[in-house]
């Protein structure tokens, strides 16, 4: 399903497309040194045909709600993902993960498409449960989570290998009640 969703004007979350392989490979080629300080999944993303098959795999996944990915469009530019994990069991809960181009940090973009995520997921999603892990040192990331009212649940530790070594990660949630006493 090929769907958008409004954050603010200039900024949109577009589910992505096949169409999408080439630029998407071209913004995580040139920003891959950066994010692999943060994201174990750089070394599978070599070949715009690793995209391609990427994205048909979200789809799948997206028909089981296994998963949902969205580009994120701003000003007309590809510019990062968010994404969020598992979102139809009975539990009602779900992750959500994110990343931004270099050039593109410091404007407040990402904790906007977070909040958007999160109200599309509580309203239109049913969810009742949203977390967000961050590696303990990745500072970046964890005050977007403290920007929108995440609570801190504790520390997974060695919870991710990157690539030769394993971090810590924070764990943070945000209930629907919370959200919905904070709006
Ligand atoms: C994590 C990541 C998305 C954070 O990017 P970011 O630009 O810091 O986050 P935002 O887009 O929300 O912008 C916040 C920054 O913009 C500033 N800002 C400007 N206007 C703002 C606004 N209206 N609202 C919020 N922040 C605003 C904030 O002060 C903050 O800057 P600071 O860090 O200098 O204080 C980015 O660093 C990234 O992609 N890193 C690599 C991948 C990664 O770590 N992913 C997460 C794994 S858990």
Redesign the pocket.
């Known amino acids: 399903m090929n769907f958008i969703i409004h954050v603010r004007d200039g900024l949109e979350l577009r589910r992505r497309v096949e169409a999408d392989a080439e630029v998407v490979f071209q913004v995580i080629d040139k920003n891959r040194y950066?994010?692999k300080?943060?994201?174990p999944w750089l070394d599978d993303t070599k070949t715009v045909e690793d995209i391609r098959k990427y994205i048909q795999n979200d789809i799948v996944e997206f028909e089981k709600k296994e998963g949902c990915d969205f580009g994120i469009w701003y000003e007309g530019q590809w510019i990062?993902g968010i994404g969020l994990s598992s979102f139809g069991t009975k539990d009602r809960k779900t992750s959500i993960?994110?990343?931004?181009a270099e050039d593109?940090?410091?404007?407040?973009?990402?904790?906007?498409c977070v909040r958007t995520l999160v109200n599309y997921s509580f309203e239109q999603l049913n969810i009742n449960r949203i977390v967000?892990?961050?590696?303990v040192e990745?500072s970046?990331?964890r005050?977007?989570t403290q920007?929108l009212g995440f609570k801190e649940e504790g520390v997974l530790r060695q919870s991710e290998w990157l690539y030769d070594h394993f971090v810590d990660l924070v764990i943070y949630s945000l209930l629907r009640e919370e959200w919905s006493q904070k709006k």
């Open positions: 950066y994010l300080q943060w994201l990062g993960g994110y990343w931004l593109f940090q410091g404007k407040g973009i990402m904790t906007d967000i892990r961050c590696a990745n970046k990331s005050a977007i920007r």
